[in-house]
């Protein structure tokens, strides 16, 4: 049995709904027979699929960073708009891939109006620098008369895009990156970027590049360096990190939250010291702009990223990594975690949506299916409203070879003017736990007593369980079984490895 404290004096803040983005790259299947499959039975008439337009709303995703990822540092936003025949095709050397250029900026924005999501854009500060991103800044938000907005009005569009949140560059800290960086010039560039951009348009929101992952050699002195030349210039600071199990240790993949707690608290604690040396009260927040679960690296440390086929394919399946009971689970302990930090994670994006490490799949042709990721994001979209909330948890704990003793159960609430939603995940890969909620401070602090509307449980005994063309449904949520509450308690029975998510009313 394990016990935790529902208080709602324990407010972190009010939650961003941008906490619930995702990210959608030119990569792989992702536009190309993903989102965009002209030919498909359900396509639309700009060619979008229909079936995953609804599975995307499904999933309740608020912004929507684009096009990229390493794609955008090669990328030539021009090549994207204006008469779609007339576009070039070009090689795309983040993903050894031909780039058709059937969508771009327009088309993409008219497929976010279906999916009901914001779109937020990102530079290309790798191969291009500060006049390329003002064009493209000009192009999408002024409403000025000049010969880009012309352009626009033109290509159908007089009236501005608006897009507010804008990322300077992709993971400029990483050697793989066409147009890497030292922390010094990209400090310098992406300040200057950043000064140019708010005389063009002083709303926007800008997103200068963290470390592309807290095991980056650069990790903390990058933050630093960065933060030291755009702390006056930007409003967020991006951490990227991917989970894998490895060496078959599922205790070990567990125990994932725990890093990227860290990995957000350190940069805090880094942006908060660039502040207080500079004499500065600016509080700069964080954009989680991609995370996931990838199986990146193969039991040889090999990395899985390249097309199978010989030359530049179009559109080749890349990073189509199959996500079971397990991946879902983590996964599930990743949103409680951003939910947790949500005073500094104010912008989180799911790296990515549609057939690349995604938690919806498509064929060509035939099915659009949804992974075993798909289910917490989508229910914690839906039932995380108003302020997130701490829920300490007095549970067992087990041993990590990374992080020591790590609590076997983690949780967190979000309280609305409408009920409470309660987010738990039991990472232990050998005891099940009875937890009881102790909801007094709650039922004090409301007046009244609560129920129990709804319960979700994510568990499998097979661990390895998926979702697949031929077994779609394989994986689901289900009620969570013996989920009650018992006077001011709330029981919820969890099984070993599992995720669950409560609504209480
Ligand atoms: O999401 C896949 C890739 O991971 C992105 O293109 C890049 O930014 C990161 O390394």
Redo the contacts with the bound molecule.
Sequence with gaps: MSHARLDPHHAVADIDRRLFGG?V?H?GRHIYDGIFEPGHPTADADGFRADVIELVRELGVSTIRYP????VSGYRWEDGVGPVAERPRRLDL?WHSTETNEVGLHEFQSWLDKVGSELMLAVNLGTRGTQEALDLLEYANSDAQTAWTAQRADNGRPQPFGVSMWCLG??MD?PWQIGHKNAHDYGTLASQTAKAMRMLDPGIELVVCGS?GRGMPTFGSWERTVLEHTLDDVDFISC?SYYQERGGDAQEFLASGVDMARFIESVVAIADTVAATAKSSKRIMISFD?WNVWYLHDDDGGQNDKPAEAGWPVAPRL?EDRYHALDAVVFGDLLITLLQHADRVRSASL??LVNV?APIMTEPGGIAWKQTTFFPFSITSRLAHGRAVRVPVDAGTFASAAFGEVAAVNAVATIDDDGVSLFVVNRSTTEATDLRVDLAPLVAARGTGVRLVESHLLHDDDLYAANTLDQPGRVGVRPVPGARVEGDVLVLPLPAVSWAAVRLA
């Design positions: 990210f790259e990569l990229g990822g390493n794609f983040a992709n993971e990483g592309s990227h991609e990073l790296a990515q490490i």
